[in-house]
């Protein structure tokens, strides 16, 4: 059975960071797609950030403009595991986020198409 589970989550003031992690089990993601999706209250799931294959062991990252210069994420393939490392918090980053990993080599979208397995998510608020 294939199970991403994410830790990290917690509270934090505004200007802090967290680093979230995604354990993989079950099967392995070494070169496949993984992703960061978040969903506020009230609000629709949007896209993080994403790592997806470049080359023979290199990877692109791809973030939401509302992160990016603020968030990271990163993988280890040894470990089977994708992890976002957020600085300088804002309230507006309070969210449950979730990781996501692909099980094949086809085309992922930042809607969250192409994704085939899913955590069941971590809680990060940011309080002002």
């Known amino acids: 059975q294939v199970q991403l589970v994410e830790s990290g989550g917690g509270l934090v003031q505004a200007g802090g960071s967290l680093r979230l992690s995604c354990a993989a089990s079950g099967r392995t993601f070494s070169g496949y797609a993984m992703a960061w999706f978040r969903q506020a209250p009230g609000k629709e799931r949007e896209f993080v950030a994403g790592?997806?294959?470049?080359?023979?062991?290199?990877?692109?990252?791809d973030y939401a403009d509302s992160v990016n210069g603020r968030f990271t994420i990163s993988r280890d393939d040894a470990k089977n595991a994708v992890y976002l490392q957020m600085n300088s918090l804002k309230p507006e980053d309070t969210a449950v986020y979730s990781c996501?990993?692909?099980?094949?080599?086809?085309?992922?979208?930042?809607?969250?198409?192409?994704?085939?397995?899913w955590g069941q998510g971590t809680q990060v608020t940011v309080s002002s």
């Open positions: 790592t997806r294959r470049s080359g023979r062991s290199t990877y692109y990252e």
């Open positions: 996501a990993a692909a099980g094949s080599y086809s085309i992922v979208s930042t809607t969250g198409d192409g994704y085939d397995y």
